[in-house]
C-alpha cells in the first residue's frame, strides 16, 4: 500500500537533492525544481513498470 507513495517520494528526495547540490555547486536556482520534477517523471514511470504486472 505505501510502496508508490514510497517510490514518488524518494525519487524526488534523490534527484532533488542531486539539483540542489547542482544549483550550489554552480550558483545556479533552476536544477533544484528541475531535479524534483524529473525524480517524480522517473519514480512514477518505476512504480508503473513494477506495479502494473
Given at each position: 500500500?505505501?510502496?508508490i507513495?514510497?517510490?514518488l517520494l524518494a525519487g524526488m528526495a534523490?534527484?532533488?537533492g542531486i539539483g540542489?547540490?547542482?544549483d550550489?555547486?554552480?550558483?545556479?536556482s533552476?536544477?533544484?525544481p528541475i531535479g524534483t520534477v524529473?525524480?517524480?517523471?522517473?519514480?512514477?514511470?518505476?512504480?508503473?513498470r513494477k506495479f502494473s504486472r
Open positions: 500500500m505505501w510502496s507513495p514510497s517510490y534523490v534527484y532533488g540542489w547540490l547542482l550550489r555547486w554552480l550558483d545556479v533552476a536544477f533544484f524529473l525524480g517524480l517523471i522517473l519514480a512514477g514511470y518505476l512504480a508503473y
